[in-house]
Structures are given as structure tokens and as C-alpha cells.
């Protein structure tokens, strides 16, 4: 197939304005508009390490596309990470047809990559009471103790994702209905709950937490927001003091808020609404996940049953 050239037009600045477009009319989210952008370049320096991104970018081909998964699939990159740079490249492919800049989208004719379909991690109430009773570090200030109690609290209190509990201010909380505002993908707003274990943590946590410039929930030392990476650096320190074992991530809490949940009779509706799902469906591999625990109860207790045995 004939290279799809772009209009003889040239916009310089033609990345930061399709993270414009992400940010402000598809209303992504700042992580998500920073790692298609890290995606672009990727794709741009394995077509032409030698030219501009952006001339690369609004010249490239199906071919070039094809070759990019390709070259992915024999890495050996997940599926998850092969879809996401994909989605990129479509996203910046469509933007720049409708501006003018080329006239195809060459990455239209990729297959989407199905993902495989796994039941998501979570861990049991007792490994999870146990992450939550970790003692800090020797030498951690009160601050940071009381901080990062709060945190594991609420991240399991309420099934909040890593990125929206970082963007929690001060003002989002409220303690007589306890609930909290949180934005989550796609700028969207809800509110969830927490407990009295959280409510007790945060209160402690507020007491000793100085003024945030930016009014910020969560605070470094620095009386700055607490950052993405800052909260997976303390997640990984306290998994690793637990002494608990396999890959546990602050996720790892939210699949477990909604398993411990649905194991103990709330519907999947109130979850999908709890957790800020688009889609029932995507909830629903929860009632999943219940299933399996109560195959594995079951196999375990019965006198008859064969040990190990998995549903499928």
C-alpha cells in the first residue's frame, strides 16, 4: 500500500496539541495523556530514530504500524502494554485527520489485542488485616507513620484507585457522612465511603499533617501533594515489612475491597457504582472471583473432594 503523505502543512508544536485535546476535550486524564505521549515517541523512534517524531508521526504507514506490533509481539510485551500503545496511536492518528494533517488513520486496520482473560488478584481479609497492622520502619517520624496508616486504610476502606487517591484535597472529605469526592478516569466524579478504621486514621493523620500549598489530602514533607510514584514507593515498603508474599500493589487492595465485598452479599451493582465502573461487566468478573473462593472453601472442607482443584 502507497505511504498516506500528509498535507504539505507542518504544525510544530502538534504533540502539545494533542495532549491539549486529550486533557481538555476527551477529558483524560494527566497519567494517561503523559504515557501516550511516551508511547508516540516510542513508535516514532522505532520507524525513524533519525527523523523528528512528529514528521514521523504524521507520515507513517499501516506498514510501519504492523511492524511496530510485530516488533512488540517477539519483545514479549504483555497484551495490556501492546493494546495501550495501539490505543495511542489511533487516538493520535484520528486527532491529526481531523485537523488536517493526514488524511488515513494507518492504525484503523490494527485488530484490536484481546487481553487474556484473568480473574483479578486480591488477597484475603487476613493478609489484608495484616498489610494494615504493619509497623513503619524504624526512624519514621509520627507524620509519616499516621500518614501512611491513613492511607493503606483508605485505599482499602474504600476501593480507590492510586491516581484518585492522590488527588484527593482536604475539602473533598467529609466525616459526618463519610464519604469522599473523588475524580476518577475520565474526569468522572463519585463519591465513596469509609469506615470507622479509616475515619480514626485520617483523624490521627490530620492532627499531626501540616498546611498543603495546594490543599491536598495527603502531603510529602515537603507540604506538597503526595505524588503517584511516592505512594507505590511506601506501598512496596510496607508489603515488604508485612512479609507477605507474590506482587501486592495498591490495586491489588481495590480487587480485594470489591472480592471481600461481594463475598459478603453486597450485589454487583453497588460495587460497579462503589469502584466507578462505565460497565456492569466489568464488575461482574467479581461474582468470578467469589465463585472460585467458595470452589476452593468447598473443595478444602468436603471430605470427598480432591485437593487443589480449580473451577474453570
Same mark, same amino acid.
Given at each position: 500500500?502507497?505511504?498516506?503523505?500528509?498535507?504539505?502543512?507542518?504544525?510544530?508544536?502538534?504533540?502539545?496539541?494533542?495532549?491539549?485535546? %486529550?486533557? =481538555?476535550?476527551?477529558?483524560? #486524564?494527566? /497519567?494517561? @495523556?503523559?504515557?501516550?505521549?511516551? &508511547? $508516540?515517541?516510542?513508535?516514532?523512534?522505532?520507524?525513524?530514530?533519525?527523523?523528528?517524531?512528529?514528521?514521523?508521526?504524521?507520515?507513517?504507514?499501516?506498514?510501519?504500524?504492523?511492524?511496530?506490533?510485530?516488533?512488540?509481539?517477539?519483545?514479549?510485551?504483555?497484551?495490556?502494554?501492546?493494546?495501550?500503545?495501539?490505543?495511542?496511536?489511533?487516538?493520535?492518528?484520528?486527532?491529526?485527520?481531523?485537523?488536517?494533517?493526514?488524511?488515513?488513520?494507518?492504525?484503523?486496520?490494527?485488530?484490536?489485542?484481546?487481553?487474556?482473560?484473568?480473574?483479578?488478584?486480591?488477597?484475603?481479609?487476613?493478609?489484608?488485616?495484616?498489610?494494615?497492622?504493619?509497623?513503619?520502619?524504624?526512624?519514621?517520624?509520627?507524620?509519616?507513620?499516621?500518614?501512611?496508616?491513613?492511607? %493503606?486504610? =483508605?485505599?482499602?476502606?474504600? #476501593?480507590? /484507585?492510586? @491516581?484518585?487517591?492522590?488527588?484527593? &484535597? $482536604?475539602?473533598?472529605?467529609?466525616?459526618?457522612?463519610?464519604?469522599?469526592?473523588?475524580?476518577?478516569?475520565?474526569?468522572?466524579?463519585?463519591?465513596?465511603?469509609?469506615?470507622?478504621?479509616?475515619?480514626?486514621?485520617?483523624?490521627?493523620?490530620?492532627?499531626?499533617?501540616?498546611?498543603?500549598?495546594?490543599?491536598?489530602?495527603?502531603?510529602?514533607?515537603?507540604?506538597?501533594?503526595?505524588?503517584?510514584?511516592?505512594?507505590?514507593?511506601?506501598?512496596?515498603?510496607?508489603?515488604?515489612?508485612?512479609?507477605?508474599?507474590?506482587?501486592?500493589?495498591?490495586?491489588?487492595?481495590?480487587?480485594?475491597?470489591?472480592?471481600?465485598?461481594?463475598?459478603?452479599?453486597?450485589?454487583?451493582?453497588?460495587?460497579?457504582?462503589?469502584?466507578?465502573?462505565?460497565?456492569?461487566?466489568?464488575?461482574?468478573?467479581?461474582?468470578?472471583?467469589?465463585?472460585?473462593?467458595?470452589?476452593?472453601?468447598? &473443595?478444602?472442607?468436603?471430605?470427598?473432594?480432591?485437593?487443589?482443584?480449580?473451577?474453570?
Amino acid at each position: 500500500m502507497p505511504r498516506a503523505r500528509a498535507p504539505e502543512r507542518r504544525d510544530p508544536s502538534v504533540l502539545t496539541s494533542f495532549r491539549e485535546y %486529550l486533557l =481538555l476535550e476527551k477529558r483524560r #486524564g494527566e /497519567r494517561t @495523556a503523559r504515557e501516550y505521549e511516551s &508511547d $508516540l515517541h516510542l513508535f516514532a523512534r522505532f520507524v525513524a530514530p533519525e527523523i523528528p517524531a512528529e514528521r514521523t508521526l504524521v507520515n507513517a504507514t499501516i506498514s510501519d504500524v504492523r511492524r511496530f506490533l510485530m516488533d512488540m509481539t517477539r519483545r514479549g510485551l504483555s497484551a495490556a502494554a501492546v493494546r495501550r500503545r495501539i490505543a495511542a496511536l489511533g487516538a493520535f492518528f484520528r486527532y491529526a485527520k481531523r485537523e488536517g494533517l493526514r488524511v488515513d488513520n494507518p492504525a484503523a486496520d490494527v485488530g484490536n489485542i484481546k487481553l487474556p482473560r484473568r480473574l483479578p488478584k486480591a488477597i484475603s481479609v487476613k493478609d489484608a488485616e495484616r498489610l494494615l497492622a504493619t509497623k513503619p520502619a524504624a526512624g519514621t517520624s509520627e507524620f509519616q507513620r499516621l500518614r501512611d496508616g491513613a492511607i %493503606l486504610e =483508605l485505599l482499602y476502606a474504600s #476501593g480507590i /484507585r492510586r @491516581a484518585e487517591l492522590v488527588g484527593i &484535597d $482536604l475539602t473533598d472529605v467529609d466525616f459526618d457522612r463519610r464519604t469522599i469526592r473523588v475524580v476518577g478516569k475520565g474526569n468522572k466524579e463519585r463519591y465513596v465511603f469509609f469506615n470507622d478504621a479509616a475515619a480514626e486514621a485520617l483523624t490521627r493523620y490530620l492532627a499531626v499533617r501540616p498546611p498543603a500549598i495546594d490543599g491536598a489530602l495527603f502531603v510529602s514533607r515537603r507540604h506538597q501533594r503526595l505524588s503517584y510514584p511516592q505512594v507505590g514507593n511506601l506501598f512496596r515498603l510496607f508489603v515488604r515489612l508485612s512479609g507477605l508474599e507474590g506482587k501486592i500493589t495498591p490495586h491489588t487492595l481495590r480487587h480485594s475491597f470489591a472480592t471481600h465485598l461481594h463475598q459478603r452479599g453486597v450485589d454487583i451493582m453497588t460495587i460497579k457504582e462503589l469502584l466507578g465502573h462505565d460497565s456492569v461487566a466489568t464488575t461482574q468478573i467479581y461474582a468470578k472471583v467469589t465463585l472460585e473462593h467458595m470452589r476452593q472453601a468447598y &473443595d478444602e472442607a468436603h471430605p470427598r473432594s480432591k485437593p487443589k482443584r480449580s473451577l474453570r
